[in-house]
């Protein structure tokens, strides 16, 4: 298994759980579980191959990455106790891991097409937050990357990062994987924010 398909399978499994607990919170029935698990784990993805042009069988042949995410949502609903005891620290946790797990995959699908860096970044982006804008809307909730609290950036800094051909090596992902997670999960710790420029009446 590659360093492509391991952060994959991470965002994609991450993601997918925290998508069914976020319907589950809403209270949502079986079929709102496994919808907003599934469009969080592969909404980015979609987005992303559209709008780069990213050859379209990519998306369509991936049945174990589905069958993974039907699996680990099918996890919280049999046993949803450990997961909704403490649901917002949990939610929080899969999101920092399939954030960063995703822009860093999002990141390399550019760079082997060979897109500039500007596409770069935004292929990370669109990866990364495409699926979890979609839920968001969805569930009637601001999207978390046009919210205060750092999350967007992480995810820019990762395609730069990338983009520049700053990090090559398969030990350079793994670092830039726990680096940002930490940074995600300490921006959400600690509450640190993007400036905001604040309007008079």
Same mark, same amino acid.
């Given at each position: 298994?590659?360093?492509?398909?391991?952060?994959?399978?991470?965002?994609?499994?991450?993601?997918?759980?925290?998508?069914?607990?976020?319907?589950?919170? *809403?209270?949502? /029935?079986?079929?709102?579980?496994?919808?907003?698990?599934?469009?969080?784990?592969?909404?980015?993805?979609?987005?992303?191959?559209?709008?780069?042009?990213?050859? /379209?069988?990519?998306?369509?042949?991936?049945?174990?990455?589905?069958?993974?995410?039907?699996?680990?949502?099918?996890?919280?609903?049999?046993?949803? *106790?450990?997961?909704?005891?403490?649901?917002?620290?949990?939610?929080?946790?899969?999101?920092?891991?399939?954030?960063?797990?995703?822009?860093?995959?999002?990141?390399?699908?550019? %760079? *082997?097409?060979?897109?500039?860096?500007?596409?770069?970044?935004?292929?990370?982006?669109?990866?990364?937050?495409?699926?979890?804008?979609?839920?968001?809307?969805?569930?009637?909730?601001?999207?978390?990357?046009?919210?205060?609290?750092?999350?967007?950036?992480? %995810?820019?800094?990762?395609?730069?990062?990338?983009?520049?051909?700053?990090?090559?090596?398969?030990?350079?992902?793994?670092?830039?994987?726990?680096?940002?997670?930490?940074?995600?999960?300490?921006?959400?710790?600690?509450?640190? *924010?993007?400036?905001?420029?604040?309007?008079?009446?």
């Amino acid at each position: 298994m590659g360093t492509w398909e391991v952060f994959l399978i991470i965002g994609t499994i991450s993601f997918a759980l925290q998508g069914g607990l976020i319907a589950m919170e *809403k209270k949502y /029935d079986l079929f709102g579980v496994y919808l907003f698990g599934i469009l969080t784990a592969f909404g980015g993805g979609a987005i992303r191959n559209t709008l780069i042009d990213a050859p /379209d069988y990519e998306l369509w042949k991936q049945g174990s990455l589905f069958y993974s995410a039907v699996i680990a949502i099918t996890l919280i609903l049999l046993f949803p *106790k450990p997961f909704l005891a403490s649901r917002e620290l949990w939610g929080n946790f899969l999101d920092a891991v399939g954030l960063i797990a995703f822009s860093i995959h999002g990141a390399t699908v550019a %760079v *082997k097409l060979g897109l500039p860096v500007s596409a770069v970044v935004v292929s990370a982006l669109l990866t990364a937050t495409g699926g979890g804008v979609i839920r968001d809307l969805l569930s009637q909730r601001q999207p978390i990357v046009l919210g205060e609290v750092v999350y967007g950036l992480w %995810v820019c800094l990762i395609g730069l990062i990338i983009g520049m051909g700053w990090a090559t090596e398969t030990w350079h992902l793994y670092l830039l994987f726990i680096v940002f997670t930490v940074l995600r999960v300490l921006s959400y710790l600690y509450d640190w *924010k993007v400036p905001v420029r604040r309007y008079s009446e």
